[in-house]
Nanobody, 128 residues
Framework: QVQLVESGGGSVQAGGSLRLSCAAS????????MGWFRQAPGKEREGVAS???????RYTDSVKGRFTISQDNAKNTLYLQMNSLKPEDTAMYYC??????????????????????WGKGTLVTISS
């Protein structure tokens, strides 16, 4: 069973940085995709970034140039480096694992419903 545990959230001022981590207990698929998603209060969950098992990355337009997704396979850990943070980045951030990457998963977080795994989230709050 795959377990994902996020950490690294917190409260920072606009312009600051945070690095989120996601510790994975396992991988359900030999070729997999890991992603970061976020959900702000009163809004739907949205995709932030994804990385597949060969290192190919994708980002939603609003975070391009500011966020970097990476993974350390030796540590089974996924990261999200977030720089130049804005108040609109405030949200609960979730780590997820899916059988494949693609723009469709970022656009529709439920695309792999039933085949995906999710952590419980870590809260990021950006003050102006």
């Amino acid at each position: 069973q795959v377990q994902l545990v996020e950490s690294g959230g917190g409260s920072v001022q606009a312009g600051g940085s945070l690095r989120l981590s996601c510790a994975a207990s396992g991988y359900a698929y030999s070729s997999y995709c890991m992603g970061w998603f976020r959900q702000a209060p009163g809004k739907e969950r949205e995709g932030v970034a994804s990385i597949d098992s060969d290192g190919t990355t994708r980002y939603t337009d609003s975070v391009k140039g500011r966020f970097t997704i990476s993974q350390d396979n030796a540590k089974n850990t996924l990261y999200l480096q977030m720089n130049s943070l804005k108040p609109e980045d405030t949200a609960m951030y979730y780590c997820a694992q899916a059988p494949a990457c693609g723009a469709r998963w970022l656009a529709s977080p439920s695309y792999y419903y039933g085949m995906d795994y999710w952590g419980k989230g870590t809260l990021v709050t950006i003050s102006s």
